[in-house]
């Protein structure tokens, strides 16, 4: 299986940083990742897709970079709505695997 | 508008069965890969099944293989995860989603609790 390691597990920041979560695989997985939001008691919602691609209706605030085993999100200007769990998702080979986390708190 | 809807999540004793539904609108699951997502409350999200447009295609999660079945249902538009043999560590809340580079679309999720 291919394992997703993600960080900072948490993390606080405060409106208007900028915030980076990293996701490395174990393996090279090319561009076959997305990046999700969940908020507490919501299903996720995916923000970025095929590790760069911005999910319609998704502030441009959010980016995501990087190919092969190491991928990042990056959040330019943290808003309000933004605290929020991330998980990255590789989707190249199965079983699909998940990022453990990166939970976004105020500071 | 493209919505999943699931249902059949309750509570259910060890080694029993329980099959979730998945009720699609906007768009015809039979024409995208479905997957199914769960996720323990307060912990991470596991991937656990997937169903192809052509419906002899499924994968499992290693954990559920041989335990669980994943089927559609095209006249119904309707997406199934048939759980049998049922563990405590199966509880979690079970959500539905679409595939498309990756995982799309997801339902609200029903959940599913195992305990005697």
């Known amino acids: 299986d291919i394992q997703m390691t993600q960080s900072p597990s948490s993390l606080s920041a405060s409106v208007g940083d900028r915030v980076t979560i990293t996701c490395r695989a174990s393996?090279?997985?090319?561009?076959?990742l997305g990046w999700y939001q969940q908020k507490p008691g919501k299903a996720p919602k995916r923000l970025i897709y095929?590790?760069?691609s911005l999910q319609s209706g998704v502030p441009s605030r959010f980016s995501g970079s990087g190919s092969g085993t190491e991928f990042t999100l990056t959040i330019s200007s943290l808003q309000p709505e933004d605290f929020a769990t991330y998980y990255c998702?590789?989707?190249?080979?199965?079983?699909?695997?998940f990022g453990q986390g990166t939970k976004v708190e105020v500071k | 508008e493209v919505q999943l809807v699931e249902s059949g999540g309750g509570l259910v004793q060890p080694g029993g069965s329980l099959r979730l539904s998945c009720e699609a609108s906007?768009?015809?699951?039979?024409?995208?890969?479905m997957h199914w997502v769960r996720q323990v409350s307060g912990k991470g999200l596991m991937w656990v099944s997937r169903?192809?447009?052509?419906?002899?295609?499924?994968n499992y999660a290693d954990s559920v293989k041989g335990r669980f079945t994943v089927s559609r249902d095209n006249a119904k538009n309707t997406l199934y995860l048939q759980m049998n043999s049922l563990r405590a560590e199966d509880t979690a809340v079970y959500y539905c989603?679409?595939?498309?580079?990756?995982?799309?679309?997801w339902g609200q999720g029903t959940t599913v609790t195992v305990s005697s």
């Open positions: 393996q090279g997985i090319r561009n076959d």
């Open positions: 095929a590790a760069s």
């Open positions: 998702l590789q989707h190249n080979n199965y079983p699909w695997t």
């Open positions: 169903i192809d447009t052509d419906v002899s295609a499924t």
């Open positions: 989603v679409r595939g498309l580079w990756g995982l799309d679309v």
């Open positions: 906007g768009f015809t699951v039979s024409s995208y890969w």
